[in-house]
T-cell receptor, first 116, second 117 residues
């Protein structure tokens, strides 16, 4: 069975500093995808970044990067130069093999607060 | 750029009432999903569909039904509403993952907040 774990219910970071949000996963499938979504207080789900299990390099999207450590089964999100607008809930999610419907399972989330 | 559209955005139901949450997408995606999000929690999959006429249960399907008669629409039916169904419901869609350039990311609607009293 697949499982996603986010062990940090809440995090604080000073504006302009970098922050790492932890995510570990468990799966026996060799093919999977890892995603991070942001959910601001307004409630919408915003896709941030994706890492495929066969991707050799860590994914990056602007200020977001995914620290993918396959052997440790971790997929931590790194946000560089934090901004006040980064304050939100962040969810890690995993998708299993494509032939299993493409559905995502989500972690419990980490609430990030950026301090001015 | 409509994307995924859910209606209604807010609804209050009495125990035992029924209702349908509507979801439509205009991206010609094959895959569609319904999730629920309880306060302070992650999203849990209720039902999903890989194409018109095909639906399957997710993690928490009890008390819900779905249908997928067209590619665009994926309504969620709540029968005999219970307080435990108070939640925010998200509909999402996805293109075909595994093809070059396709991550299979989910595109979400804005959510529907349902309260059962």
């Amino acid at each position: 069975a697949q499982k996603i774990t986010q062990t940090q219910p809440g995090m604080f970071v000073q504006e302009k500093e970098a922050v790492t949000l932890d995510c570990t996963y468990d799966t026996s499938d060799p093919s999977y995808g890892l995603f991070w979504y942001k959910q601001p207080s307004s409630g919408e789900m915003i896709f941030l970044i994706y890492q495929g299990s066969y991707d050799q390099q860590n994914a990056t999207e602007g200020r977001y990067s995914l620290n993918f450590q396959k052997a440790r089964k971790s997929a931590n999100l790194v946000i560089s130069a934090s901004q006040l607008g980064d304050s939100a809930m962040y969810f890690c999610a995993m998708r299993g093999p494509v032939n299993q419907g493409g559905k995502l399972i989500f972690g419990q989330g980490t609430e990030l607060s950026v301090k001015p | 750029n409509a994307g995924v559209t859910q209606t209604p955005k807010f609804r209050i139901l009495k125990i035992g009432q029924s209702m349908t949450l509507q979801c439509t997408q205009d991206m010609n995606h094959n895959y569609m999903y319904w999730y629920r999000q309880d306060p302070g929690m992650g999203l849990k999959l209720i039902y999903y569909s890989v194409g018109a006429g095909i639906t399957d249960k997710g993690e928490v399907p009890n008390g819900y039904n779905v249908s997928r008669s067209t590619t665009e629409d994926f309504p969620l039916r709540l029968e005999l509403a219970a307080p435990s169904q108070t939640s925010v419901y998200f509909c999402a869609s996805s293109g075909l993952a595994g093809k070059p350039g396709h991550t299979g990311e989910l595109f979400f609607g804005e959510g529907s907040r349902l309260t059962v009293l």
